[in-house]
């Protein structure tokens, strides 16, 4: 760019032609009179100015100015976020609120209608209707006589058999459930809070009290009792309330982790159909010092109109998280040129008959300025290879995504000024055009941050702020002019799970 | 308020800042306008756009050099932009068509500025354009050629034309004050 020089400074070497030629007496005399003439400022023009420069102009320039930072900084705080979630996750870690018990199998299961050997009296008193559990639920101990508790019976007619007989070790069936009875078994009152209370840490119930919750619950149901199985300590307690620790933990506390994987595969595959809107910012740069002024007159009357991108992609993630995405990228990119050819005139002639029957022609003519607009669209197609980081938490899922697109379609239409300033036209179907650009862009660079919210068990609902840069230029080399393009946008869709 | 601070203070977008800088310079820059403009109006309009300019970049000023000559780029180069290239190329007014008699420059020098203003105003616009920039501005054809997208040759010749109408123009104007 050209220096100003000052008056009475020389700043810089005169070129060639100028020392040879000395200062012109008319320049220098305009030069001296005019070129740092004071005058008053205009502050009537400081409202407008004001009024041009309004709060969304300056958030725009701002936007502008600071983009890449901010768009770097969504990325590193969210992908803070996510790690930050994922480790305090383990805090929400909960205890299972039934403890899986062992069950005693008994070498003599008495089945709910049978076999025990209870006198009667004992019976009776080891008899509880399950539908009125004693409370604390006891175990009577009797020395002399083979009793036991014959535990808990819903019928009337189990009742009743129960006190029939007695087996030294008896377990009562309840459905599936096993429940162990002991002979000279210590009457243990359990806690009537403890039995209530859900969610009690394992720790904080003794042992006696864990095989009264095991006998009580059943009662408290009108589980019916089938038999009794005894002494495998080491066999877990099969019951309606007992859930499998993981399964209890992820319903009470949710948490950021890995994403759930089908049973049995090692990975999960979804299919992504995208749309993006985007915002296209073009970089024209003359690739020698001669061309500048060129470039300003393409910037003159070149304007961008929108950007979009579309396409399917297909997402392979692992267990671990690690997620791999490809498909096929259309993307367009839309300007506007706008160039005024200078002044014409339009020349409309009208018959007109007069009312005697006479035509005359009535001649109109209209100046004006000619301009020549025209929509140009740049279009690409590209193969993406991405890799992500996925963390899910209920029904969101977050990935961080980064990679390639590589292009292997690139097409072209429009008009611009050539380097003589004249408007022509490029297009990539047409051997006469001007030959401005590639055939290929080559290489580009893609970042993401995508939320998904699962709709349904199958489906997710995407949005995904991105970003793609071009490092290569868009015109060859033979070309006078760099243009290189930086794409934002957010993708909109949906993820379906194959 | 230094320079330093007040540019800084732009760049924050600080209104009060930005005013001071258009208080400071933008009478000199109403007269940098004036010399490419046609007319009064269409000056105002170039200092308004300007000054736009200068305040949405800058952020790009890297405090080396004056801050009043770069302020004066984006005055030029806002004027520039006023007028299409092929206002440099397609003048029709060829040179055959001023006398050859030169003026002698003292005639200039007893204009007053406002006379000298009107008669660069009344330069067609490529003559005025590549005037100012080469005779005022102090730029070289070869600069003046990249900025305006032309050739050497053709900002030689819009000089020619400019310094033989203005000549032509002192001319009239004396024959005129002599009746």
Known sequence: ?498 | MTEKDLVKGCIREDRECQKEVFRRYAGKMLTVCRRYARHEMEAEDILQDAFIQVFDKVHTFQFRGSFEGWVRRIVVNTALKTFQKSAYKKEQIGIENYPDNPVAPMVFSNLGEADLLNLVAGLPDGYRVVFNLYAIEGYSHKEIAELLGIGESTSRSQLVKARKMLQSRVLELQKVASF
């Open chain 1, 1 to 498: 760019m050209a220096k100003i020089v000052r008056i009475g400074q020389q700043k810089r070497p005169l070129a060639n032609q100028d020392i040879m030629k000395p200062n012109h007496p008319t320049d220098r005399i305009f030069r001296e009179k005019l070129g740092d003439l004071p005058a008053d400022p205009p502050m009537h023009l400081w409202e407008g100015i004001e009024r041009r420069r309004t709060p969304a102009h300056r958030a725009r320039l701002l936007a502008r100015r600071y983009w890449v930072a901010g768009l770097l900084l969504f990325l590193l705080v969210g992908g803070g976020l996510l790690w930050g979630l994922k480790n305090n996750a383990s805090d929400l870690v909960s205890q299972p609120l039934i403890v899986s018990t062992p069950v005693a199998k008994s070498e003599n299961p008495v089945s709910n209608n049978a076999q025990t050997t209870d006198t009667p009296k004992s019976a009776a008193e080891a008899v509880t209707p399950a539908t009125d559990a004693p409370e604390g639920g006891r175990l009577n101990e009797k020395k002399d006589a083979p009793t036991s508790r014959a535990p808990f019976f819903s019928t009337k007619a189990a009742r009743e058999k129960a006190g029939s007989g007695a087996n030294e070790n008896q377990t009562v069936k309840t459905g599936d459930h096993s429940i162990f009875s002991q002979k000279n078994t210590k009457s243990v009152h359990a806690d009537k809070s403890a039995i209530e209370a859900t969610g009690v840490p394992v720790a904080a119930i003794s042992e006696a009290q864990k095989m009264e919750m095991r006998l009580d619950i059943p009662a408290r149901l009108g589980v019916h009792s089938a038999g009794v199985t005894t002494s495998d300590l080491s066999k877990p307690m099969v019951s309606p309330l007992t859930m499998a620790p993981e399964v209890v933990a992820k319903k009470r506390s949710p948490r950021l982790g890995c994403p759930e994987i089908e049973k049995g595969k090692k990975f999960n595959i979804y299919l992504d159909a995208i749309v993006a809107p985007e915002y296209a910012r073009r970089t024209l740069e003359a690739r020698s010092p001669d061309h500048v002024g060129y470039l300003k007159a393409r910037e003159t009357t070149e304007k961008s109109r929108f950007a979009a991108s579309g396409g399917l992609r297909l997402s392979i993630l692992t267990k671990s998280g690690l997620a791999f995405r490809t498909g096929l990228i259309y993307s367009q990119i839309s300007e506007k040129f706008d160039y005024h050819i200078g002044n014409a005139q339009q020349i409309t002639i009208t018959p007109i008959q007069l009312p005697d029957g006479t035509v005359i022609m009535d001649t109109t003519i209209v100046f004006g300025d000619r301009f020549i607009t025209t929509y140009n669209r740049l279009h690409l197609l590209d193969i993406p290879l991405i890799a992500g980081y996925e963390l899910g938490y209920e029904k969101w899922t977050f990935s961080l995504n980064g990679g390639a697109f590589f292009n292997f379609l690139f097409r072209q239409k429009g008009k611009f000024l050539s380097p003589d300033l004249t408007p022509v036209s490029f297009s990539s179907g047409d051997a006469g055009a001007y030959p401005a650009f590639r055939d290929h862009v080559g290489v580009s660079f893609f970042g993401s941050l995508s939320i998904n919210y699962a709709l349904t068990d199958k489906i997710k609902w995407v949005v995904e702020p991105q970003f793609r840069y071009f490092p290569q230029s868009f015109t060859r080399n033979d070309y006078l002019l760099d243009q290189r393009y930086l794409t934002a946008g957010v993708n909109l869709g949906l993820r379906v799970q194959l």
